[in-house]
């Protein structure tokens, strides 16, 4: 598979990265739903054999359990991928969520993640969301010294504006930012995306698809069948008005898709993966059968033409 440079690192990534927040299952605030950890164990093996060579997960997902199941999959993986994980959420025993960058917090949490992961060191260690802000700072200066205590090899954010970047870059190179973008959610194009070109920041997009918008399956019918411990019942965009939007979106790219034999997901990986500043795209999985049908995605090369009529559909969406 594809890989790219990430930013200012030694870090090449495939185009493709695995990600874990579904993973988590659906017994805390941002659940997905019931899962069944053989099948997460099983598909993230199967991402490693078919060439995938990084996931990406965070201490928040499942409250720790997320961590865990990479941790569990990974021991039994012949080639072992690259591991990023994010600090700055943490909970109680009632579950309740809390941020948290502190510097005892976020040093409690790496040695937290470490045992989960069962690893000695941290890949790619970022802070998960800029908040509280005043403390950006303290937990950049703490990673900047794990990484010299060896705990972690690089450092990232995710979810952070381009004057939230330009602190962190005084205190420490930022070695990547992790957004989301996709057809849908395109705001970092304007200023995000040509700072961290100018800065070589690496970008790791995550939610290409939507959280299952731009995928085949999104209908009405799917929506209405969704768990209620799937946090996407709250979503605006799985609500009324942007519903009929996004569920008209659909239609128009399957026609699209159906050009490259693709299916809308594909087609939606590959218009991010277009954009030459982003390195890698995480897409969440929690079955093998998904993910071999995801990583064609890679060999999709949309025609230019496509590309400015995807761009119609979604101006005129917007």
């Not at 941790?71 to 993986?77: H, L, M, P, T």
Request: glycine share 6%; proline share 5%; hydrophobic share 40%.
């Amino acid at each position: 598979m594809q890989t790219r440079k990430l930013g200012n690192s030694e870090l090449n990534l495939t185009v493709i990265g695995f990600g874990t927040w579904a993973i988590g299952g659906g017994d805390w605030a941002y659940g997905w739903g019931a899962q069944d950890d053989k099948q997460s164990v099983a598909a993230i093996q199967k991402a490693v054999e078919l060439g995938i060579n990084w996931i990406d997960t965070a201490a928040i997902y499942g409250l720790g359990h997320a961590e865990k199941i990479v941790g569990e999959a990974v021991r039994a993986c012949s080639t072992k991928p690259l591991i990023a994980t994010k600090c700055g959420l943490t909970w109680n025993s009632k579950k309740k969520i809390k941020p948290r960058l502190k510097k005892e917090s976020v040093t409690a949490e790496v040695e937290d993640s470490l045992k989960r992961l069962d690893l000695d060191t941290i890949d790619l260690y970022q802070i998960h969301w800029p908040n509280p802000e005043p403390e950006i700072e303290e937990a950049w200066e703490t990673i900047a010294r794990l990484i010299e205590q060896g705990k972690i090899r690089y450092a990232g954010v995710s979810n952070f504006n381009v004057e939230q970047l330009k602190r962190a870059q005084k205190i420490h190179p930022v070695t990547s930012l992790q957004p989301p973008y996709s057809m849908i959610k395109r705001k970092i194009e304007k200023e995000v995306l040509p700072y961290c070109s100018e800065q070589n920041i690496g970008i790791v997009a995550y939610s290409p698809m939507q959280k299952g918008i731009l995928t085949d399956k999104f209908t009405r019918e799917f929506v209405d069948h969704l768990p209620s411990d799937d946090h996407r019942v709250y979503d605006n965009e799985f609500k009324e008005p942007r519903l009929s939007l996004n569920i008209h979106l659909v239609e128009q790219l399957k026609n699209i898709a159906k050009n490259y034999e693709a299916s809308v997901a594909q087609l939606a990986l590959a218009w991010v993966l277009v954009h030459p500043e982003i390195t890698s795209a995480i897409v969440g999985t929690r079955k093998p059968e998904q993910i071999e049908d995801t990583v064609k995605a890679e060999e999709l090369k949309i025609s230019p033409e496509d590309l400015k009529q995807i761009d119609a559909f979604l101006n005129k969406k917007a």
